[in-house]
């Protein structure tokens, strides 16, 4: 279940597309098509607009979860207009910085406190 959640928000975008020609293609070949193509149209347009205001976000939110900041780096190198998302620019540069300082914390070796 965890991989197809996976595979469906990381290619939402051409899914729809899919879903978009699909409804055309209905429409054209059956006499009174729209009213069967409509559910494609509204899936698509959902999914277009899940894509570009939440992206990634939950994906990422269960590497941190789970300790894999390396896989959560991953995924945000994948956010192409991080503009576009739904979150606040802060929280999302707050979200980069984050990740980035654990995962640097977590492969530098640990240095002992030196008391004054």
């Given at each position: 279940?965890?991989?197809?959640?996976?595979?469906?928000?990381?290619?939402?975008?051409?899914?729809?597309?899919?879903?978009?020609?699909?409804?055309?293609?209905?429409?054209?070949?059956?006499?009174?098509?729209?009213?069967?193509?409509?559910?494609?149209?509204?899936?698509?347009?959902?999914?277009?607009?899940?894509?570009?205001?939440?992206?990634?976000?939950?994906?990422?939110?269960?590497?941190?979860?789970?300790?894999?900041?390396?896989?959560?780096?991953?995924?945000?190198?994948?956010?192409?207009?991080?503009?576009?998302?739904?979150?606040s620019q802060s929280?999302?540069?707050?979200?980069?910085?984050?990740?980035?300082?654990?995962?640097?914390?977590?492969?530098?070796?640990?240095?002992?406190?030196?008391?004054?």
């Amino acid at each position: 279940m965890a991989s197809l959640r996976r595979f469906l928000v990381l290619y939402r975008l051409p899914i729809a597309l899919v879903l978009i020609a699909i409804g055309v293609i209905i429409t054209m070949q059956m006499k009174h098509g729209i009213w069967v193509s409509w559910i494609f149209f509204l899936i698509a347009i959902l999914m277009v607009v899940a894509h570009f205001m939440i992206g990634p976000i939950t994906l990422i939110q269960k590497h941190i979860e789970d300790g894999d900041f390396e896989g959560a780096q991953a995924l945000l190198a994948k956010v192409k207009y991080p503009n576009l998302l739904y979150t606040s620019q802060s929280e999302l540069m707050w979200l980069f910085v984050l990740v980035s300082t654990i995962a640097l914390s977590a492969s530098a070796p640990s240095k002992p406190l030196n008391p004054l």
